[in-house]
């Protein structure tokens, strides 16, 4: 499908498009993986930006349009700034790549 997008695609959105943020061999989380993650995700993004708050958060809910709204409303801030920062946010958050939390190891079991 990227590949029938990139054959009608302006050159500025074909660049785009291949940026890692939208390859597969992106290190970079996309908004379906933060969605997925909200919860572990909700306090970075509230330390980052203090104004927000819980409601804000749970309102929210991993979707990025509702993020960027709601730091305007908090900071004041035009858009194109907020978008910056949520970039750049998105760009610190490490992926998860399916592993799962470490276990506590067994204990040996005695041998007759």
Known sequence: MKRCIELHAAPTARKLLSTPAFTHESKVM???????????????????WGKLTDDDLKNIAGKRQQLVGKLQER???I???????????????????GS??????TPPTKQP
């Not at 996309?30 to 993004?45: H, K, P, S, Y």
């Not at 799962?100 to 190891?105: E, F, R, S």
């Open 30 to 48: 996309n908004w379906n993986q933060i969605e997925g993650r909200w919860d572990q995700l909700a306090g970075q993004v509230k330390s980052k």
């Open 100 to 105: 799962a939390p470490p276990t506590a190891p």
């Open 79 to 97: 858009k194109e700034d907020i978008e910056k920062q949520v970039n750049e946010w998105l760009g610190s958050v490490k992926p998860d790549h």
């Open 75 to 77: 900071y004041g801030i």
